[in-house]
Each structure stands twice: as structure tokens, then as C-alpha cells.
């Protein structure tokens, strides 16, 4: 089985200050880990993947996941966040079985203050 | 750029009426999935399909859930008797080979009334 585990609930930030969601997962078998972004009564908008390769992975909006495998973790940051990147953030992971059914992390709200 | 659409966008419904959320898929793709975000929680699995079939449901999805493709484009989710705690905004998905990478539509807002 494979679970998901975002450390932080909420996180308040003051604009243009960098930011850091954490991310845990465990799984027997071998990942892929998404970030995914949601804003208020919208669907969900990917913000980066981790398929292979580099450990460290950009997306868009200026976000950028480290891959540690040894720490089992996927942190998500940005240096300098903008009032717009308030929203819901979530971590979720496939594994290479299960039908690669995505599992989801509970989430993060970032709210960003001026 | 292709992508997942699904209709309608809201569905009001009454308590122990039958709803029929629909999905069209990446055209190419062979793995489906509906998911469900009831409001202010995370998002969970419901169910896969794949080759006409359901590879793998949780324990959300009982005899009141069932998928279909109908025909070579739509995926489809029906609840045959809704019932309050049934009122949660439903995605489909959709991937190709290797199942790497999902690729979410916009998602249905089912409310039951």
C-alpha cells in the first residue's frame, strides 16, 4: 500500500518570502510523485511530476520538488510567493502497480498576506 | 493540447435519485479513473478501468457505483440512489501506457439534496 503525508496543515507566509510544503510518502515499490494546486471551487491544476532523473524538478508558477528517496520526501518550494499563490496545495503519488491509482495527500493551505 | 473534459460542470440532484457523470478521455489513453473530493477534504480514489473492465475499486466505491465505457470516447459514473454524503465534486482521469502520469479533468460538483 502506499500513503501520503503533507507535515503542515496550513501555512501562512508573508508575500515575496520563500516557502516550503512538506511532503512524506511510503510505498514497497518504486514512485512517481506529482504536486498539484487547487484554487478555491476549481479542479485541480498540475504544478510539476517526478517520473525519473534529476532529483530536482520545475514547474511552473516558479515551483520547483526535490526528490529524496532516502528520506522518502518530495518538499515543494518557492522563493518569493505572490497573494496569487494562495490556494490548496497536494501532494500525491503513483505507484508502478495498483493500476497506477493516484493516492493523495490530506493537503496544504498556503495563504499568502501582504 | 488534449485533455479530459467532463459534463455537466454542476448536478443538482434529489436524495435517492440516479445521476450519470460523464467523462471523454484523452483520445489515446487506456486507463480511466474517478475520484472524488467531498468539500474541504482530500482528494480519493474511487475506481480504475481498464480493457473494459475494473481493475481496482476502494471501499467508497460499493453496489451503488458503476462505471462504464459505453462507447470508444465516453467513461462514465453512475450512482443509482444518491444519497447526501454523495454530494462531492467528482474527477475523471485518464492515462496512456506505463500509467505514469494521470491527467485530471476539471470535475463534476454533484450536490444531493
Known amino acids: 500500500a502506499q500513503s501520503v503525508t503533507q507535515l503542515d496543515s496550513q501555512v501562512p507566509v508573508f508575500e515575496e518570502a520563500p516557502v516550503e510544503l512538506r511532503c512524506n510518502y511510503s510505498s514497497s515499490v518504486s514512485v512517481y510523485l506529482f504536486w498539484y494546486v487547487q484554487y478555491p471551487n476549481q479542479g485541480l491544476q498540475l504544478l510539476l511530476k517526478?517520473?525519473?532523473?534529476?532529483?530536482l524538478v520545475k514547474g511552473i508558477n516558479g515551483f520547483e520538488a526535490e526528490f529524496n528517496k532516502s528520506q522518502t520526501s518530495f518538499h515543494l518550494r518557492k522563493p518569493s510567493v505572490h497573494i496569487s499563490d494562495t490556494a490548496e496545495y497536494f501532494c500525491?503519488?503513483?505507484?508502478?502497480?495498483?493500476?497506477?491509482?493516484?493516492?493523495f495527500g490530506d493537503g496544504t493551505t498556503l495563504t499568502v498576506k501582504p | 493540447e488534449p485533455e479530459v473534459t467532463q459534463t455537466p460542470s454542476h448536478q443538482v440532484t434529489q436524495m435517492g435519485q440516479e445521476v450519470i457523470l460523464r467523462c471523454v478521455p484523452i483520445s489515446n489513453h487506456l486507463y480511466f479513473y474517478w475520484y472524488r473530493q467531498i468539500l474541504g477534504q482530500k482528494v480519493e480514489f474511487l475506481v480504475s478501468f481498464y480493457n473494459n473492465e475494473i481493475s481496482e475499486k476502494s471501499e467508497i466505491f460499493d453496489d451503488q457505483f458503476s462505471v462504464e465505457r459505453p462507447d470508444g470516447s465516453n467513461f462514465t459514473l453512475k450512482i443509482r440512489s444518491t444519497k447526501l454524503e454523495d454530494s462531492a465534486m467528482y474527477f475523471c482521469?485518464?492515462?496512456?501506457?506505463?500509467?505514469?502520469?494521470?491527467?485530471f479533468g476539471p470535475g463534476t460538483r454533484l450536490t444531493v439534496l
Open positions: 500525491a503519488v503513483i505507484s508502478n502497480t495498483n493500476a497506477g491509482k493516484s493516492t
Open positions: 482521469a485518464s492515462s496512456g501506457l506505463g500509467y505514469n502520469e494521470q491527467f
Open positions: 517526478y517520473l525519473s532523473g534529476s532529483t
